[in-house]
């Protein structure tokens, strides 16, 4: 059987291959430290599963409208106006997590051979929605130079006149860096004067240790107008598996959007909207307890990481990821690759790790913090000598 060329083209995910092979060593019993999560650790807060409870138990079961019910849109749209973003009812849709809506929006913007600004390092789904939906994703390379963000100049190198989007992600996924407000109207300045949508990815907004999260829509009616905000309650309240996102921005934009959906999922599943409303109207105290946990946990890890030799990182400000440049560390363990180093470490050492080509950065790996702490040093501490034994084996074998 022949498959359609556009499934063809996909990457396989190496997020979820590392957390396979991460599964089948543990079922063979391996004491395997997984590092690879990109989900809290933590369980959806009680009153959330009440709410989830209360609504089946009231027969809350049957169909709701394709782009969510009534109640959790006038939520969302309470919550952005905390973030000073105000948006009419019809300009948000609720989608089945924040991917699905950020796949029915490349559908619904994009015409073959259309330009997406990607910057590097990305969230691995980003180039490939926007392949599956016909454009072009046109990659700008930062590092630790530019501290991973994108500026007026880099955008200006990439424009053409097929550029449709970019996609801003912060707090990001991978690199944990938040754009400050300065650097948002540098980016918000270059898309107004080229007339090109802003796809900003908000879904860990809540996760900041360093700073306050400011929404690019948020600075002025001119950029708010080209923008569309993704977010949903996977990060802020551990609700991964709920699948709950939403899109807000242009309202015959957002329409698309739903009746694409309506023809696909019908609907987000009722009992995760009412949990959702909850996450949104009830009590929040679970937010402010988690940033503080992931916050403590970074403050005590990154230190140990950098003792690992040749290791280069820069101190996330959010999100909960490290992704350290191990450019210098491959060297020392003779290796060829990042790639090389993530699958022996996890043969040898029995850490999981994503390797940063994952991301579009070959020279990066990635390593969640959304674990517990002592697993996270025990993992650390075994990083550290698998290098050390690395780097003596090498030496012995050079002299």
Same mark, same amino acid.
């Given at each position: 059987?022949?498959?359609?060329?556009?499934?063809?083209?996909?990457?396989?995910?190496?997020?979820?291959?590392?957390?396979?092979?991460?599964?089948?060593?543990?079922?063979?019993?391996?004491?395997?430290?997984?590092?690879?999560?990109?989900?809290?650790?933590?369980?959806?807060?009680? $009153?959330?599963?009440?709410?989830?409870?209360?609504?089946? $138990?009231?027969?809350?079961?049957?169909?709701?409208?394709?782009?969510?019910?009534?109640?959790?849109?006038?939520?969302?749209?309470?919550? !952005?106006?905390?973030?000073?973003?105000?948006?009419?009812?019809?300009?948000? *849709?609720?989608?089945?997590?924040?991917?699905?809506?950020?796949?029915?929006?490349?559908?619904?913007?994009?015409?073959?051979?259309?330009?997406?600004?990607?910057?590097?390092?990305?969230?691995?789904?980003?180039?490939?929605?926007?392949?599956?939906?016909?454009?072009?994703?046109?990659?700008?390379?930062?590092?630790?130079?530019?501290?991973?963000?994108?500026?007026?100049?880099?955008?200006?190198?990439?424009?053409?006149?097929?550029?449709?989007?970019?996609?801003?992600?912060?707090?990001?996924?991978?690199?944990?860096?938040?754009?400050?407000?300065? &650097?948002?109207?540098?980016?918000?300045?270059?898309?107004?004067?080229?007339?090109?949508?802003?796809?900003?990815?908000?879904?860990?907004?809540?996760?900041?240790?360093?700073?306050?999260?400011?929404?690019?829509? @948020?600075?002025? &009616?001119?950029?708010?107008? #080209?923008?569309?905000?993704?977010?949903?309650?996977?990060? @802020?309240?551990? *609700?991964?598996?709920?699948?709950?996102?939403?899109?807000?921005?242009?309202?015959?934009?957002?329409?698309?959007?739903?009746? #694409?959906?309506?023809? @696909?999922?019908?609907?987000?599943?009722?009992?995760?909207?009412?949990?959702?409303?909850?996450?949104?109207?009830?009590?929040?105290?679970?937010?402010?307890? *988690?940033?503080?946990?992931?916050?403590?946990? !970074?403050?005590?890890?990154?230190?140990?990481?950098? &003792?690992?030799?040749?290791?280069?990182?820069?101190?996330?400000?959010?999100?909960?990821?490290?992704?350290?440049?191990?450019?210098?560390?491959?060297?020392?363990?003779?290796?060829?690759?990042?790639?090389?180093?993530?699958?022996?470490?996890?043969?040898?050492? #029995?850490?999981?790790?994503?390797?940063?080509?994952?991301?579009?950065?070959?020279?990066?790996?990635? !390593?969640?913090?959304?674990?517990?702490?002592? @697993?996270? #040093?025990?993992?650390?501490?075994?990083?550290?000598?698998?290098?050390?034994?690395?780097?003596?084996?090498?030496?012995?074998?050079?002299?």
């Amino acid at each position: 059987m022949e498959l359609s060329h556009r499934v063809q083209q996909l990457t396989p995910s190496s997020t979820l291959a590392i957390t396979a092979k991460a599964n089948e060593l543990k079922a063979n019993g391996e004491p395997v430290i997984g590092l690879a999560a990109g989900e809290p650790d933590f369980n959806t807060p009680a $009153n959330i599963i009440e709410a989830a409870f209360k609504a089946v $138990n009231e027969g809350k079961t049957k169909y709701t409208p394709a782009g969510g019910l009534p109640a959790l849109k006038q939520a969302i749209q309470q919550k !952005l106006e905390k973030d000073n973003l105000s948006y009419e009812l019809n300009e948000i *849709m609720v989608a089945s997590g924040a991917k699905h809506a950020l796949y029915n929006l490349f559908q619904s913007i994009l015409n073959e051979g259309d330009e997406v600004i990607i910057p590097i390092p990305y969230w691995v789904s980003y180039p490939e929605q926007v392949i599956l939906a016909g454009g072009k994703p046109v990659f700008v390379f930062t590092d630790e130079t530019t501290n991973y963000k994108l500026t007026r100049e880099m955008l200006d190198t990439v424009v053409t006149s097929k550029t449709k989007a970019l996609i801003l992600n912060s707090p990001s996924n991978p690199s944990g860096v938040i754009y400050d407000r300065e &650097e948002l109207e540098q980016v918000a300045n270059f898309a107004v004067s080229n007339d090109i949508i802003v796809i900003s990815d908000e879904i860990y907004e809540t996760l900041i240790y360093d700073g306050t999260h400011v929404s690019i829509a @948020s600075l002025n &009616e001119d950029i708010k107008r #080209l923008t569309i905000v993704i977010n949903g309650v996977s990060k @802020s309240h551990s *609700m991964t598996g709920w699948r709950i996102g939403y899109a807000a921005g242009d309202a015959k934009l957002i329409k698309a959007m739903t009746d #694409l959906a309506s023809h @696909s999922t019908s609907n987000p599943t009722t009992p995760s909207q009412w949990a959702a409303v909850e996450a949104y109207n009830g009590d929040d105290s679970f937010i402010k307890k *988690m940033n503080g946990i992931f916050k403590d946990r !970074l403050e005590t890890i990154y230190p140990k990481l950098m &003792e690992i030799p040749g290791i280069q990182c820069i101190k996330p400000r959010g999100a909960f990821y490290l992704y350290p440049n191990v450019s210098e560390t491959i060297k020392f363990c003779g290796f060829n690759t990042a790639d090389q180093f993530v699958e022996q470490l996890l043969d040898e050492a #029995l850490v999981a790790v994503v390797p940063g080509s994952s991301f579009g950065s070959p020279d990066n790996i990635r !390593l969640s913090y959304a674990t517990d702490l002592d @697993s996270m #040093l025990e993992a650390i501490e075994r990083m550290k000598q698998f290098v050390e034994k690395r780097m003596e084996n090498n030496d012995e074998d050079n002299n």
